[in-house]
C-alpha cells in the first residue's frame, strides 16, 4: 500500500515562504521538498519525510548523499587548504587531470580547464574551438542545452524561456535539428539511412551549402543523449555522421557530456556507445558528487591558447577535486556497472509499464539515464505537459523525487549506486502516481 503525505508540511511550508522573498524567482521549481539531510537514494525532508532521489540533484549526486569516502576525501582536504588559485600549483588538481586523461574518450592526451559549473565548462569549449580554428561559427541543435551564461545559452535551444527578454544572443550560432529518432522533424528515406543520416545531409547539404560554409565553422557542440531537451537518444548512425562532417570539413567536435557522462550511462561517456571520439568533452554535474565542478578536456592538439587567454579562480579548487577523485575512483569500482545493470532492468520495467498505460508513449534511454515521455495517445505523439508535470506531483506526494524535461519527459536520473530494492520501490511509486493521473487527466481527455 503507497500511501500519500500531507506535503508541504508545516516546516517546509515555512522556508518556502521565507525563500520567497529573499531567493530569485528565476529557479524553475516544481515541488516544494525542502531538504534536511541524505544517505545514498534516500532523502528526508525537514518534516521527517523519506523519499527515494531519482533525481540526484539534476544527474549530479552520482556516488548518492553523503558518501561516507567522499565525505572523509572532503573534510580531509578541508583541513589542508581550501583554496589556493589557479594561479598556483597543487597535487590534486594534477591527479585529477590525470585520471580525466586517463579517461578520456580519445586516444590523444587530454589537457583539462576546470570550472565549477557545466556552463562554464561549454564556455570554455567555445573560446578554445574558436581560439584554435580561427573561424567564427558553431552549430548546435534543437533541442539542445548546455547552460545559462550568454555563449551556452546562445548554443541552447530547447525552450524559448531560456531565451525571452535575453537577446540579443552570441553571433554566428547556427541551429539545426537533433536526431530525435521517436519524433523526427525531417523526412526520412529508410533507403538512405536512419533519421541520423537526415539530420546531417540536411546540415550538410542546407545548412552548410545555404548559410555559412563549412570552412568558417569551428565547432559542432552536441549532446550524446540530449539531456534537458528531454533524455532523447539519437538514431544510430547521427554522431558517427556528424564525426565524418567534421573530419571533412576540419570542424572541432565537442561532446556536451555534462550530464550524461562520468559513468551515468553505464560507460565513462555516452558517446562512447557510438564508438566515435569527439576533440573536445565538456563535464560537469556528476563528477565530483555535488561539490561544484567542471571540466572541459580536449585533446592536446586543440589546447593552442597562451597564458592568460581565459582562466578563473576556482578552478581545480581542492575540495571540488578531493570529491573528483574520489567520485571517479567510487564509479570505477562498481558504480559504473551498477548505473548498467540497474538501468537495464529500470528501463525494461518501465517499457513493459507504457505497455499498461496508454499515456505514456516512449521509454528510452542507456544506463541510469532514462526518460519516460507521455502522450495525448500513441498514434499521434503530442506531448502531454500536464500528465508530466500531474505524475511528478503526485511520485511527490507518495516520497519519490523525479524532475521533468523536454515538453512531456519525466527523467530518472538516480545515484549511480542505487540499489535495486530501491530502483523496484521507485517504480512501484511511479506507477502508483501514474494509475491515478491517468484516471483523473486521461479519462477526463477522452470524455
Ligand atoms: C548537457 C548540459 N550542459 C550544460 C549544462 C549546464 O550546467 P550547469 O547548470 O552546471 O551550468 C547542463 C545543465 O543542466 C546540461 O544538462
Not at 594534477?94 to 583539462?112: G, T, W
Not at 548546455?146 to 524559448?160: D, F, L
Not at 519524433?183 to 528515406?189: A, I, S, T
Not at 523536454?406 to 511511479?430: D, K, M, Q, Y
Amino acid at each position: 500500500m503507497i500511501r500519500k503525505y500531507p506535503v508541504p508540511g508545516p516546516k517546509a511550508r515555512a522556508i518556502v515562504e521565507r525563500d520567497r522573498k529573499v531567493v530569485s524567482p528565476s529557479y524553475p521549481r516544481d515541488c516544494p521538498f525542502v531538504m534536511s539531510h541524505g544517505q545514498g537514494s534516500e532523502v528526508w525532508d525537514v518534516d521527517g519525510y523519506r523519499y527515494i532521489d531519482c533525481a540526484a540533484g539534476i544527474a549530479v549526486c552520482s556516488t548518492g548523499h553523503a558518501h561516507p569516502d567522499v565525505v572523509r576525501a572532503i573534510q580531509q582536504q578541508a583541513q589542508q587548504f581550501i583554496h589556493i588559485s589557479s594561479d598556483f600549483y597543487h597535487d590534486k588538481m594534477v591527479q585529477m587531470a590525470e585520471k580525466l586523461d586517463e579517461i578520456a574518450p580519445f586516444e590523444e592526451r587530454a589537457v583539462c580547464f576546470f570550472t565549477n559549473s557545466g556552463t562554464e565548462a561549454v564556455e570554455a569549449a567555445l573560446k578554445l574551438a574558436r581560439f584554435h580554428t580561427g573561424r567564427p561559427y558553431l552549430i548546435g541543435f534543437y533541442g539542445g542545452f548546455h547552460g545559462r551564461t550568454y555563449g551556452a545559452i546562445s548554443m541552447t535551444a530547447s525552450k524559448p524561456a531560456h531565451h525571452r527578454g535575453f537577446g540579443p544572443l552570441l553571433n554566428g550560432v547556427i541551429h539545426a535539428p537533433y536526431a530525435d529518432p521517436y519524433r523526427p522533424v525531417l523526412g526520412v528515406n529508410p533507403a538512405a539511412g536512419d533519421f541520423g543520416d537526415a539530420c546531417v545531409d540536411y546540415l550538410e547539404d542546407v545548412v552548410l551549402r545555404s548559410d555559412v560554409p563549412a570552412d568558417e565553422v569551428a565547432a559542432i557542440l552536441v549532446e550524446p543523449i540530449l539531456g534537458e531537451g528531454g533524455y532523447v537518444v539519437p538514431a544510430p548512425h547521427f554522431l558517427p555522421r556528424l564525426r565524418e562532417l567534421c573530419d571533412r570539413h576540419g570542424i572541432l567536435l565537442i561532446a556536451d557530456e555534462v550530464q550524461s557522462g562520468v559513468g551515468r550511462t553505464g560507460t565513462w561517456w555516452a558517446v562512447q556507445h557510438s564508438k566515435i571520439e569527439p576533440d573536445i568533452v565538456c563535464s560537469a554535474k556528476g563528477i565530483a558528487s555535488g561539490v561544484p565542478f567542471g571540466a572541459m578536456v580536449a585533446r592536446q592538439s586543440v589546447v593552442t591558447w597562451e597564458p592568460g587567454s581565459h582562466g578563473n579562480t576556482y578552478g581545480g579548487n581542492p575540495l571540488a577535486c578531493a570529491a573528483g577523485l574520489e567520485t571517479l575512483r567510487l564509479v570505477e569500482s562498481g558504480y559504473m556497472q551498477n548505473a548498467r545493470d540497474v538501468g537495464e532492468h529500470m528501463l525494461q520495467a518501465l517499457q513493459a509499464m507504457a505497455l499498461r498505460h496508454p499515456s505514456v508513449g516512449d521509454v528510452r534511454g542507456l544506463g541510469l539515464m532514462i526518460g519516460v515521455d507521455f502522450v495525448t495517445d500513441k498514434a499521434s505523439k503530442a506531448p502531454a505537459h500536464d500528465i508530466m508535470e500531474a505524475v511528478v506531483r503526485g511520485a511527490y506526494e507518495r516520497g519519490l523525487l523525479l524532475l521533468g524535461c523536454g515538453r512531456s519527459v519525466i527523467r530518472f536520473a538516480p545515484p549511480l549506486n542505487i540499489p535495486i530494492t530501491l530502483a523496484n520501490e521507485a517504480l512501484a511509486i511511479f506507477e502508483d502516481a501514474l494509475t491515478e493521473v491517468e484516471a483523473k487527466l486521461v479519462v477526463a481527455t477522452m470524455k
